[in-house]
């Protein structure tokens, strides 16, 4: 892979990560608001349409721009060996179980069945802050 595609293949990478990151700072807001409210009201309905889109139609692809690109420039750059990129990876790694435990919840509280509160999603919502601090470290530091 020639420079110029490499620097594309970047660019994509990272406005793949900003459209994943915002939907999971996004999302457990939304179920803050949503733990909120009767299940059956007009809010919870829109809550579970806000949320299924927002999951659906911008997180889902993002992760797997996310993944796949980062993976091909891993490799691409030869930083496979590279202490830093496999911490990396793990702290993507649980970015990725959080998503799919935000995934869970989603369909939990589509269904009036989540026994999780305001608060508890309040806390959740700074997971993936605490993650992308430590990823980004990583990316430009490259302390190890």
């Known amino acids: 892979m020639d420079a110029a595609w490499y620097l594309w293949l970047k660019a994509l990478h990272i406005i793949a990560v900003v459209a994943w990151m915002a939907g999971m700072l996004y999302l457990p807001r939304l179920f803050v608001y949503h ?4 299940k059956g009201t007009p809010q919870a ?10 999951q ?11 993944w796949a690109s980062g993976l091909t420039l891993a490799i691409q750059g030869a930083w496979v060996k590279a202490g830093w ?16 435990y935000l995934a869970l919840e989603r369909k939990r509280l589509a269904e009036g069945t989540s026994e ?28 190890f």
Not at 56 to 66: G, N, Q, S
Request: a positive charge; zero cysteines; proline letters at 4%.
């Open 85 to 100: 990129l496999h911490s990396k990876l793990f702290l993507v790694l649980l970015l990725t179980g959080v998503h799919g």
């Open 116 to 143: 999780r509160d305001a608060k508890f999603f309040r806390i959740l919502n700074e997971v993936p802050t605490l993650l992308l601090i430590g990823i980004v470290i990583l990316v430009v530091v490259k302390p």
């Open 35 to 38: 733990a909120g409210v009767s």
């Open 56 to 66: 659906r139609y911008i997180m889902l692809p993002a992760l797997l721009v996310t």
């Open 45 to 54: 309905a829109l809550f579970e349409v806000m949320e299924y889109r927002l």
